[in-house]
């Protein structure tokens, strides 16, 4: 019985308080962690975030937290069980053999959720924007850590996977813009239309169903390219998110309407035809 409680004594003094002093470092580097992950995530967000903004940062610090603190508590019970004797090699061989083997079945859902962790982070996409991820682009419906679900102006739904996604162009990020490319005939007066263009924006910064959806003044770039059949005068406009189609279409129904007004011509390719009428090729080199 006094070797037992020696023992027992002696085990107390050196293997149980190593457990102890395990148990209590791994209780503050839980604590810690919270405190660690809310600091970097609010270095990572904007100082004014809106609701949808706050979900993804929740979202992302509570799979942050849970992820490192599954790894602390791991690492704390592989030091326990080797403290009270437990040989750890073994589990951690045949851990590693489980990790590889779902790591080479898995390495897919690995990249997409690594890949969907920044896209949240970084605020990339939006439930709302209309964005063109590789070659789909429509209406994003759904973005989680796994894909975005797009459904494009056909209503077909396109799920991409978030690891696939090479580059992403957001159309509707902060502000639009509709670029105009408006082609006239080459005898037409370039001073002239653009002062119709300019025109057309005032009158439709007027309209009460536009001017809230209209940011700035059309931007008239000048002219520029000479094209087969007419010169390219290059314009565009700045619009709230999501608004510039409706806004461009309008603008082109007016346009056309201002250009027909004043006669203004809208050219379209002309094609000369030459008819032989019956003359040889040594004919046509000498007319030539």
């Known amino acids: 019985m006094r070797n037992l ?17 395990v148990i209590i470092v791994m209780l503050i580097a839980l604590k810690m962690v919270g405190i660690l992950v809310e600091k970097l995530f609010l270095s990572f967000s904007r100082p004014l975030r809106d609701g949808e ?10 799979i942050s937290r849970s992820a490192i603190k599954a790894v602390i508590f791991l690492v704390s019970v592989l030091i326990v069980m080797q403290i009270l004797g437990i040989a750890i090699a073994p589990i951690l061989a045949a851990a590693g053999i489980v990790g590889l083997a779902v790591g080479f079945g898995a390495q897919n859902l690995v990249q997409d959720i690594i890949g969907g962790f920044f896209i949240l982070l970084e605020d990339q996409i939006r439930v709302g924007d209309v964005v063109q991820l590789n070659d789909k682009a429509g209406l994003v419906e759904k973005v989680n850590l796994r894909m975005v679900i797009l459904r494009d102006a056909g ?7 978030n690891g696939t996604i090479g580059v992403v162009t957001n159309m509707t990020k902060e502000y639009s813009r509709y670029v105009f490319d408006i082609g006239v005939a080459y005898k037409e007066d370039v001073d002239k239309v653009i002062a119709l263009i300019k025109e057309i924006d005032a009158e439709l910064r007027d309209d009460p169903d536009y001017k809230d959806d209209i940011l700035e003044p059309l931007e008239v770039q ?6 087969d059949s007419a ?16 806004v461009g279409r309008e603008f082109n129904r007016r346009m056309k309407i201002k250009f027909d007004e004043n006669n203004i011509e809208i050219p379209f390719p002309h094609r000369k035809l030459v008819f032989n009428h019956g003359l040889t090729a040594t004919d046509l080199s000498e007319r030539r």
């Open 5 to 21: 409680l020696e023992t027992s004594g002696t085990w107390m003094l050196t293997s149980g308080v190593k457990i102890v002093v």
């Open 53 to 62: 903004m706050e979900k993804r940062i929740e979202t992302l610090k509570s």
């Open 155 to 161: 209503g077909n739904v396109h799920y991409v996977r």
């Open 222 to 227: 000048g002219l520029d390219r000479f094209s």
């Open 231 to 246: 010169i390219i005068i290059k314009a565009r406009i700045k619009t709230k998110c999501i608004k510039q189609w409706r």
